[in-house]
Each structure stands twice: as structure tokens, then as C-alpha cells.
């Protein structure tokens, strides 16, 4: 039987941009395979993020990247992580893909991505570990509820905290005309409008979220 060595990993306040591009395309890698975002928006903006802001933790297989964790609010710096998806518990992590969703202030926070290739070869729990030296306790989105994702929960036996669900159906040239007549009264629809409407857009927003 051969063994599979263990990842080597490396903690870092800041990326160069070779090792910004090649979580890139680590990322892309994961999302073709999984079919789902490996990364939210955040995660990605804040891989250019100056020391303070976030932790990052790179896994290599030899010379090459197969896993990155992202670890932001108390292990890192204010955290304005996106997530659809599965927060796993204090305690917690796996191995991800990404979406938007809502703002997190409960602590430190963070994502994660392996390789497919790589995947259920130690990389995901190699990370949690370094994610849990930094930080102690920590959530971390696991978006779009993947198998990969559970198992490496399971493994660790994390709990899930807290989902979001994005709730969507698709649109006919007739859905503008049908809202605006089958309203109830007192209620009106139109088109966004830029530079009036952002403000009550994000107000509702948040009162959705709270």
C-alpha cells in the first residue's frame, strides 16, 4: 500500500501575486468540478488584503497549491464574509464552494477549497488544523453542502450553526406586467432604479437578515 504524505502548510499574512493567481486557479478548478462557486466574493477580494486583515493558509502537494483557508474577524480582521451555504461550528470547517449571502460579526469566520484531485487525501483536515492553531475557535462557510464538505464535518464532528437558503425562480417578459396587476392593494412594482434605490434595497436587506 503506498501512503500519501502529508500536505505541507504554511500560514501567511500576505500573498505574492503568483500565489494570489494560483488560489485563483485553484478555486476555478474546484468550481468546474463541483458545479457551485469554490470561494465567496469576499474571500476572493481579500486574497490581495494587506497584513491585519485576514490569515491566510496555504496546503502543497510537493510545489504544488491543492488547498487554501481563509480566516478573517478575531484570527484575522473585520470579516465581511459572503455565504449561501452551511456555517459548521466553532470547532468547525470543510472543504468548500461558494456563494453570497450575509454579513458575519459573531467571530472569526473563514472558507476553505481543496483540489478535487486532491480531496480525502488530508488536505482538508490539515487546513482545519492550521485554521484552529490560529484561531482557536472559528466558523467556517461550506457552501453548497457538498459531499466532500460533509465528510470532512463529520470526520470532525462539527455541528451546523446556521444555513441560508438562496430562493430563486425563473422570469418571463410577462413577470413585470403580471406583479404590477396582481399586487394587493397599497402595493405598487417597478424596475430598480440606480441612485435612488440602494439605500432601501440594502435597509430591507438587513432587516431580512436580522
Known amino acids: 500500500m503506498l501512503s500519501v504524505p502529508s500536505p505541507r502548510v504554511r500560514p501567511t499574512d500576505t500573498l505574492t501575486t503568483d500565489e494570489r493567481d494560483a488560489v485563483r486557479s485553484l478555486a476555478a478548478r474546484a468550481t468546474q468540478s463541483d458545479g457551485v462557486g469554490a470561494l465567496s466574493e469576499q474571500t476572493l477580494f481579500d486574497l490581495a488584503a494587506g497584513p491585519g486583515r485576514v490569515r491566510h493558509v ?8 491543492v488547498g487554501y483557508a481563509q480566516l478573517a474577524g478575531d484570527g484575522g480582521a473585520g470579516d465581511d464574509r459572503d455565504g449561501s451555504g452551511t456555517g459548521a461550528a466553532a470547532e468547525g470547517a ?3 464552494a ?3 449571502g450575509a454579513r458575519d460579526d459573531e467571530g472569526p469566520s473563514g472558507e ?3 483540489d478535487p484531485e486532491h480531496r480525502r487525501t488530508g488536505v482538508g483536515r490539515a487546513l482545519l488544523e492550521a485554521v484552529l492553531a490560529e484561531a482557536g475557535e472559528v466558523r467556517l462557510w461550506a457552501h453548497g453542502n457538498l459531499p466532500a464538505a460533509r465528510a470532512l464535518a463529520a470526520a470532525a464532528g462539527l455541528e451546523t450553526v446556521r444555513e441560508l437558503h438562496k430562493m430563486s425562480r425563473a422570469l418571463t417578459g410577462d413577470d413585470a406586467t403580471s406583479a404590477a396587476t396582481s399586487l394587493p392593494a397599497g402595493y405598487t412594482a417597478r424596475a430598480f432604479e440606480p441612485g435612488r434605490d440602494e439605500q432601501a434595497w440594502l435597509a430591507t436587506n438587513a432587516a431580512a437578515f436580522a
Not at 496555504?58 to 497549491?65: I, R, V
Request: no cysteine.
Open 58 to 65: 496555504l496546503a502543497y502537494a510537493g510545489e504544488q497549491l
Open 98 to 100: 461558494g456563494d453570497e
Open 112 to 114: 476553505l477549497v481543496v
Open 94 to 96: 470543510a472543504d468548500g
